[in-house]
């Protein structure tokens, strides 16, 4: 009887809590998206469009993130394979933590220090995560030399079509 009311439990949760693919691939941001909010580590407020111009010129991969999500832990090991077979792309990680106590301790407990690290502290629903349509992590993004958006939506950091948008950008 337990077994088949944690089954009945888990069915609802992951009928209500699964990812869906965009209809639409984005290929910039609008001026919203590009204008929110984030803190860095030291509580330093960036916008997107801030983060954005410190990697102007170079390939990068964002990875959205939470230590409480456990697709996201489940996935650090090839998020980190992924960022040690491209040492020329720049990787920011955009943490999705309820507080910035947990994005601390999130940083601390998964060895995140040594990366460039920012949190929605205005939280999840925000200018850039609605438009980005994001609707569930871990996701990853990667962007052109330009500041485009060269590979829209992928959820593991296996998906082939990271790698390969890398490669063509790289070319």
């Not at 089954?7 to 965009?22: E, H």
């Not at 309820?98 to 629903?125: A, C, I, P, R, V």
């Not at 609707?135 to 990667?142: F, H, L």
Request: hydrophobic content about 35%; aromatic content about 12%; some cysteine.
């Amino acid at each position: 009887m337990k077994q088949l009311l944690t089954f009945i439990m888990m069915s609802v949760f992951t009928l209500g809590c699964s990812q869906k693919t965009p209809n639409v691939s984005k290929t910039e941001f609008s001026k919203e998206a590009l204008d929110q909010k984030l803190e860095d580590e030291n509580g330093k407020s960036l916008t997107i469009n801030e983060i954005l111009k410190k990697h102007q010129g170079k390939v990068l991969v964002i990875d959205f993130w939470a230590g409480w999500c456990r697709d996201c832990l489940k996935a650090m090991p090839k998020a980190k394979e992924l960022e040690q077979n491209n040492p020329d792309i720049d990787f920011v990680f955009l943490s999705l933590e309820q507080s910035k106590e947990g994005f601390d301790k999130s940083l601390e407990k998964h060895n995140m220090k040594d990366k460039e690290n920012y949190w929605f502290s205005t939280g999840w629903k925000n200018d850039f995560n609605n438009y980005i349509e994001l609707n569930w992590i871990p996701r990853y993004m990667v962007i052109n030399q330009k500041s485009s958006i060269a590979k829209y939506y992928a959820i593991s950091p296996e998906d082939p079509e990271i790698q390969k948008t890398i490669d063509l950008l790289l070319k």
